[in-house]
């Protein structure tokens, strides 16, 4: 009987290290799927991230073109402008000396 009674607690033990060994193998397993779930959850954020960056990056580059575009027509105009300016000079002084050159040619 004794004898008995100390294998059945050799056997409880057996039994309640398997059941120890199992649980921490499950841990371990729990653990590796969290830490692959949190690498997969951080690629799809940096993934996220990058896109989000790159999409302020091409509305940037749009804002800068569109900017630049306003800039290069407001310039334009000013040429223009000033071209038309300096035309408008350039007729008045030939008729000037036009009208010098005709007035002398008649003494």
Same mark, same amino acid.
């Not at 059945?8 to 653990?31: M, N, P, S």
């Not at 799809?44 to 940037?60: C, D, I, N, P, S």
């Not at 300096?86 to 009208?99: L, N, P």
């Given at each position: 009987?004794?004898?008995?009674?100390?294998?059945?607690? @050799?056997?409880? $033990?057996?039994?309640?290290?398997?059941?120890? *060994? #199992?649980?921490?193998? /499950? =841990? !371990?397993?729990? +653990?590796? &799927?969290?830490?692959?779930?949190?690498?997969?959850?951080?690629?799809?954020?940096?993934?996220?991230?990058?896109?989000?960056?790159?999409? @302020?990056?091409? $509305?940037?580059?749009?804002?800068?073109?569109? *900017? #630049?575009?306003?800039? /290069? =027509? !407001?310039?334009? +105009?000013? &040429?223009?402008?000033?071209?038309?300016?300096?035309?408008?000079?350039?007729?008045?002084?030939?008729?000037?000396?036009?009208?010098?050159?005709?007035?002398?040619?008649?003494?």
């Amino acid at each position: 009987m004794a004898v008995t009674l100390i294998d059945e607690i @050799r056997a409880a $033990e057996k039994t309640a290290e398997e059941i120890r *060994e #199992a649980a921490v193998d /499950e =841990a !371990r397993e729990i +653990a590796k &799927r969290a830490q692959a779930a949190l690498a997969e959850w951080e690629r799809a954020e940096a993934g996220k991230t990058r896109e989000a960056v790159a999409q @302020r990056l091409r $509305e940037g580059q749009k804002r800068a073109e569109s *900017e #630049a575009h306003a800039i /290069e =027509a !407001r310039r334009s +105009a000013e &040429r223009q402008a000033l071209k038309q300016v300096a035309q408008g000079r350039v007729s008045r002084a030939a008729q000037s000396i036009f009208e010098r050159i005709a007035g002398h040619g008649n003494r």
